[in-house]
């Protein structure tokens, strides 16, 4: 009995012991894991500025067999100076080339990580020459109002994005409304000048606009100008319009935009440039008007005068062939009033004032043309055309009044 148990433990040692060696022979004959990582394409090439972007695609496989929607970690080297990939991580990302990236001569490449730190091939790239597109257009006119018929020359000029000019850029000119005036070419080299001649008829605000189209992109550039033409100067000696003073008027200084001086009195007024003129049927002087603030007390006035230099070296001026001095008024203020002089070398002033009779209606909220007879004092020089004057003792309030387009017809 003995003897068979002993047999039958030998026999089970002995299978036991076989089985162990067929198990470890299979595990012997298992293949080692071996993920590799693939990106496609494997070369960018040149970046050119005509198009900065570039789509990549990771592959990882295990022994051969693709690991489905495996990410990546896309590494860019060198970091941020020569671009960036978006989505990061991701099976597909999109690499965002900085142009102006210049280091290393503008070399660079992309590699994709799998989490187990296996890393693809390096996918190489350079950036090329960033194109030159147009920026911006430098505009400038020697004159932004002009008389018929004479002319105003504009320079236009093309600028890169570092404000360098564009060696080459043309420039496309047009001139809105057309009947205004037209340019001397409708195309110029970026630099170049071209001349404005308006037309000779009709008066107002033209739009001169430079476009230049350089590197697929298109920039302006625009300049108003206002033109006075024969039509709107013809019989009139002009006071003060869109252009500024009249002839042998003194202004306070050389580019002052208030006109005028100041008339000593208990009152207190203020004149200044405002945009926005009269709305007359012709149009001719819609840019800007003088806009005088009265404070209601006492009297206060602005007045113009010919004279060269300084005020005490007047040089009036022979109005003889005019017979009225002429202006368009209006006011913010109901009941607004205000009384205008015109005065020659003999001290002799006529004098007219809005809403008293007799005299001119009242002012209202919208421009109203308002004429004064000058024949019974123009056979004398005029020394002073106009002399715009409030007085509280008339009834005048405090007011705030426009005034514009003033000349001698």
Same mark, same amino acid.
């Given at each position: 009995?003995?003897? %068979? ?29 071996? @993920? ?27 022994? #051969?067999?693709? @690991? ?5 970690? =896309? ?16 099976? +597909? ?20 990580? !799998? ?57 496309? =000119?047009?001139?809105?409304? +057309? ?10 080299? +970026? ?48 006071? !003060? ?22 008339? #000593? ?10 945009? #926005? ?18 404070? #209601?007390?006492?009297?206060?006035? =602005? !007045? ?14 022979? %109005? ?13 203020t109901a009941g607004g009033k205000v009384a205008i002089e015109c005065k020659n070398t003999n001290d002799i002033i006529i004098k007219n004032t809005t809403g008293v009779t007799p005299g001119w209606p009242i002012l209202t909220a919208s421009w ?42």
């Open positions: 009995m003995k003897k %068979l148990v002993f047999v039958l433990a030998a026999v089970a040692a002995f299978s036991f012991a076989i089985a162990a060696c067929s198990s470890e022979k299979k595990s012997n004959n298992r293949p080692t894991s071996t @993920i590799t990582v693939e990106v496609t394409p494997n070369s960018i090439g040149t970046i050119d500025a005509s198009s900065t972007t570039r789509t990549l695609t990771a592959t990882v496989k295990d022994n #051969g067999t693709e @690991i489905p929607n495996a990410s990546v970690s =896309w590494i860019v080297n060198p970091s941020t100076a020569s671009g960036n990939c978006d989505p990061n991580p991701g099976v +597909s990302t999109t690499f965002f080339a900085n142009m102006s990236f210049t280091g290393n001569s503008g070399q660079g490449s992309i590699v994709a990580s !799998y989490s187990d730190g296996t890393k693809s091939d390096p996918v190489s790239f350079s950036i090329g020459v960033p194109m030159i597109v147009v920026d911006s257009i430098e505009l400038t006119a020697s004159t932004t109002s002009v008389i018929y018929p004479n002319n105003v020359t504009f320079t236009a000029t093309a600028k890169d994005t570092s404000n360098a000019a564009i060696s080459g850029a043309s420039i496309s =000119w047009s001139v809105n409304p +057309s009947s205004m005036g037209v340019v001397s070419s409708t195309s110029s080299a +970026s630099g170049d000048s071209v001349t404005f001649t308006p037309a000779s008829s009709g008066s107002g605000v033209v739009r001169v606009t430079a476009s230049c189209t350089y590197g697929g992109v298109t920039k302006t550039a625009s300049q108003d100008i206002t033109v006075v033409s024969t039509v709107s100067v013809v019989n009139k000696r002009m006071v !003060y319009s869109d252009l500024g003073l009249g002839p042998n008027i003194l202004s306070n200084a050389p580019g002052d935009n208030n006109f005028g001086y100041w008339s #000593g009195g208990s009152g207190v007024a203020s004149m200044v440039q405002v945009s #926005g003129g009269c709305d007359d049927p012709a149009g001719y002087d819609p840019a800007t008007c003088q806009k005088l603030v009265y404070n #209601g007390f006492g009297w206060a006035g =602005w !007045y113009m005068v010919y004279a060269v230099n300084s005020l005490t070296n007047l040089i009036p001026q022979d %109005l003889s062939g005019y017979s009225k001095l002429v202006m368009w008024m209006k006011t913010d109203q043309k308002y004429e004064m007879n000058i024949t019974s004092i123009n056979s004398v020089p005029i020394a002073v055309p106009i002399n715009i004057v409030f007085e509280a003792d008339e009834g005048m309030p405090a007011a705030t009044i426009y005034i514009d387009y003033i000349y001698f017809e």
